[in-house]
């Protein structure tokens, strides 16, 4: 059984996820549809390329992620099929996918040009039901990669915010992503701090010194930073909100300092 993602900036409010999984399972009634997110910003292909990022590994290989963040729809932009190593990635071309570019997850993209596969009329607005869904479907369903369009080099790729090292022992990066918690998540990695025992964070005038295990190594509200499940380092507050704390959100600069 294939499994197809949905990652989408949708929330559920509207019908729109609801539909293109009746789209999908009028084409592929045995596939599995996970909900991976629906509540990306509105219209932030950045933010769902990073949580594309941290999610696609942890799926079966050859699973089929389908992402509709795509505030370009009915303009210029393209559609992507991308394979990768690991799966398999139905987009607007709009750099949703650039994590993985860079990451070197994705071996060979197509624009997808092959009408008989879409739903018609295509409207102009609602390109997740009338293309990406089907695209989708009918790539569960068996089709091979190569009838969906013509393999391109041209895509859009997104700078992804990089760690600075000023000097050293001096990192500077930034918040990429806030969770439901009020979590505030780096791009600073595991990597780049590791080989370091003692670690001093600073944000929004706030410093903290060290690392803690768990969220509960802090009374309630103490401000704190921890390592989180996605490799990166976590800004967090035990029990509340850090963004709210803080008054901090995306983009925000993150300084650290490591030392032996």
Same mark, same amino acid.
Do not use: W
């Given at each position: 059984m294939?499994?197809?993602?949905?990652l989408?900036d949708?929330? *559920?409010?509207?019908?729109?996820v609801?539909?293109? +999984?009746?789209?999908?399972f009028? !084409? $592929?009634?045995?596939?599995?549809?996970?909900?991976?997110?629906?509540?990306?910003?509105?219209? @932030?292909?950045?933010?769902a390329?990073?949580?594309?990022h941290?999610?696609y590994? &942890?799926?079966?290989? %050859?699973?089929?992620?389908?992402?509709?963040v795509?505030?370009g729809?009915g303009?210029?932009? /393209?559609?992507l099929? #991308?394979?990768?190593?690991?799966?398999?990635?139905?987009? =607007? @071309?709009?750099?949703?996918?650039? &994590?993985?570019f860079?990451g *070197?997850e994705?071996?060979?993209?197509?624009?997808i040009?092959?009408?008989?596969?879409?739903?018609?009329?295509v409207?102009?607005?609602?390109?997740?039901?009338d !293309?990406f869904? =089907?695209?989708?479907?009918?790539?569960?369903?068996?089709?091979?990669? @190569?009838?969906f369009?013509?393999?391109?080099?041209? &895509?859009?790729?997104l700078p992804?915010?990089?760690?600075?090292?000023k000097r050293? *022992?001096?990192?500077?990066? $930034?918040?990429?992503h806030?969770d /439901?918690?009020?979590?505030?998540?780096?791009? !600073?990695?595991? #990597?780049?701090?590791?080989?370091? /025992? +003692? !670690?001093?964070v600073?944000?929004?005038?706030?410093s903290? @010194?060290?690392?803690?295990? $768990? &969220?509960?190594?802090?009374?309630?509200?103490?401000? %704190?930073a921890?390592?989180g499940?996605?490799?990166?380092?976590?800004?967090?507050?035990?029990r509340?909100?850090?963004?709210?704390i803080?008054?901090?959100g995306?983009?925000a600069?993150v300084?650290?300092?490591?030392?032996?």
């Open positions: 294939k499994i197809i993602t949905l989408t949708f929330g *559920g409010h509207d019908p729109y609801g539909i293109m +999984k009746g789209v999908i009028g !084409i $592929s009634p045995r596939v599995e549809v996970v909900d991976l997110c629906h509540g990306v910003s509105p219209q @932030d292909v950045l933010e390329a990073f949580l594309l941290c999610s590994r &942890y799926f079966p290989k %050859g699973t089929i992620h389908l992402v509709v795509d505030p729809v303009g210029r932009r /393209r559609a099929l #991308a394979e990768g190593t690991h799966g398999y990635y139905v987009s =607007p @071309d709009n750099g949703v996918l650039s &994590y993985l860079t *070197g994705i071996q060979r993209v197509l624009e040009t092959a009408e008989e596969y879409f739903l018609h009329p409207s102009h607005t609602f390109h997740g039901r !293309i869904a =089907p695209v989708a479907a009918h790539l569960a369903r068996g089709e091979t990669v @190569d009838r369009g013509r393999v391109t080099s041209s &895509y859009i790729c992804v915010p990089a760690v600075e090292r050293e *022992g001096h990192l500077a990066g $930034s918040v990429l806030v /439901r918690f009020g979590n505030l998540v780096t791009n !600073i990695s595991a #990597a780049d701090i590791s080989p370091f /025992r +003692k !670690i001093r600073a944000v929004k005038q706030r903290i @010194d060290g690392l803690v295990e $768990s &969220y509960e190594s802090l009374k309630r509200g103490e401000i %704190g921890i390592l499940s996605a490799g990166y380092l976590e800004i967090f507050s035990s509340g909100s850090a963004a709210r803080l008054k901090a995306r983009g600069p300084r650290v300092v490591v030392t032996p």
